[in-house]
């Protein structure tokens, strides 16, 4: 019996694991530059710009931003929403920046975008394990 079926398997399944690490290391990379950027700076508007612009650059936030017809006041709009009960930074995550770079936490910014602040920023919170 040959084996070649399981090696060529394995291997794609080895490629797969390696791309969605250096995705995730990436995106890692990128919100906790962000944070430290703009910590002391929130309102600055150079960061919805490279929130945005990230989001419009990752394949799979991009789908999301597309569906919502998400723009950057939106993001400006949902992080302002987010400062009001959680402007926590714990490691390397802060909610009112960290939510943006999730598939499932920028779906659901989006789809609960007109609820109560609170209500959004917690889910947030329990999301980051804050």
């Known amino acids: 019996m040959s084996q070649t079926p399981w090696i060529i398997l394995s291997l794609v399944l080895f490629i797969i694991v390696a791309l969605e690490m250096y995705h995730s290391l990436k995106r890692s990379e990128t919100t906790n530059r962000l944070i430290n950027q703009y910590i ?9 710009e490279d929130i945005y612009a990230y989001c419009q650059k990752d394949f799979k936030l991009r789908r999301i931003m597309e569906k ?28 009112p920046i960290t939510s943006f770079f999730y598939t499932y936490s920028l779906n659901y910014l989006f789809e609960h975008r007109d609820d109560d602040d609170k209500k959004v920023t917690m889910r947030m919170l329990n999301f980051f394990h804050i």
Do not use: C, M, P, Y
């Open 40 to 48: 002391d700076d929130l309102e600055n508007e150079q960061l919805f």
């Open 68 to 95: 919502h017809n998400a723009t950057k006041e939106d993001i400006k709009a949902l992080h302002q929403k987010l400062l009001t009960w959680g402007s926590i930074k714990k490691g390397r995550r802060f909610v």
